[in-house]
């Protein structure tokens, strides 16, 4: 099987190429893989009908926005498009394809990401403060926002209990992240849990976080357009998010990305 290596903002991600279609199968390679200890691969998805028509499939079925707008860059290199080009990419997850602007010649590739299902601000209330958390619900994976804990298993287990408790275990999601994010530095540490491989990782940059820390930056934004370059374990990601009348109407994600065979 052909295997190649992306890496977004460290985000890495094997993309496999003619994979086997037993789902068993599938499910040990992605363990492999993951578990490998040759380099930190921190996802896997599947590829089919490329470079015409790009699909992919992730490891748990979830959407991922740094693996979609990497396969994005991929498909207009093999096609060998140079400069500037809009592409489109079939993505577990979404529910339509999601365009990807690309610069094959700058490595540079931007996805215009698909809008939040629904947006929760939850208060939960300890024995000294009320906390606040923005929950983000979007195709094929939530994202909580918060701003006031550490990054580690631990406080993750707790916000997901505590989060299933109120509101989660009421939706059907792929995958949960939790953003922890710092203000002050513009730092955001990403951990995300993938339902079907039971998996969690500590990811170098999320894209889907990404967008869904834009979001909560634009909560009290009524309308333009707002940018931020969110400073993550393995780069930086650009976050730019459009608003009308109050309301989101656009959100976008971007950076370079590089391959490698594996």
């Known amino acids: 099987m052909k295997t190649i290596i992306a890496d977004p903002a460290g985000n890495t991600t094997a993309f496999i190429f003619d994979a086997p279609e037993d789902k068993a199968e599938r499910l040990a390679l992605c363990k492999k893989l993951l578990e490998g200890p040759s380099q ?24 991922c926005g740094n693996a979609t707008r990497s396969l994005g860059l991929l498909a207009a290199k093999e096609q060998g498009i140079k400069g500037k080009a809009a592409m489109q990419v079939i993505c577990s997850g979404a529910k339509e394809p999601v365009p990807v602007n690309v610069d094959t ?13 629904g947006i929760e601000e939850l208060s939960q209330r300890t024995q000294r403060t009320q906390r606040s958390q923005l929950v983000v619900f979007s195709q094929g994976i939530t994202h909580i926002i918060v701003t006031d804990s550490e990054a580690n298993e631990k406080n993750f287990y707790a916000i997901k ?12 999601i792929d995958a ?3 953003m922890f994010y710092n203000p002050s530095t513009n730092f955001m540490q990403p951990v995300v849990w993938v339902t079907e491989t039971d998996s969690l990782v500590f990811e ?8 869904a820390l834009m979001v909560y ?13 969110i400073r993550q374990p393995g780069g ?11 309301r989101i109407e656009a959100v976008y994600i971007g950076g370079t990305v590089g391959f490698s065979s594996f």
């Open 236 to 246: 930086t990601l650009q976050g730019r998010i459009v608003k009308k009348g109050g």
């Open 217 to 229: 930056a634009a909560q009290e934004m009524a309308d333009g357009e707002k940018t931020l370059q």
């Open 204 to 211: 170098s940059s999320c894209g889907s976080g990404t967008a």
């Open 161 to 172: 209990s505590s989060l299933c408790s109120l509101c989660l275990c009421e939706r059907n």
């Open 40 to 63: 930190r691969i921190e996802q896997v998805g599947f590829v089919s009908n490329f470079p015409e028509k790009p699909t992919l499939m992730m490891m748990g079925g979830e959407f």
């Open 105 to 117: 010649e700058k490595s540079f590739t931007e996805a215009s990401m698909p809008l939040p299902l």
């Open 176 to 178: 949960l992240g939790v």
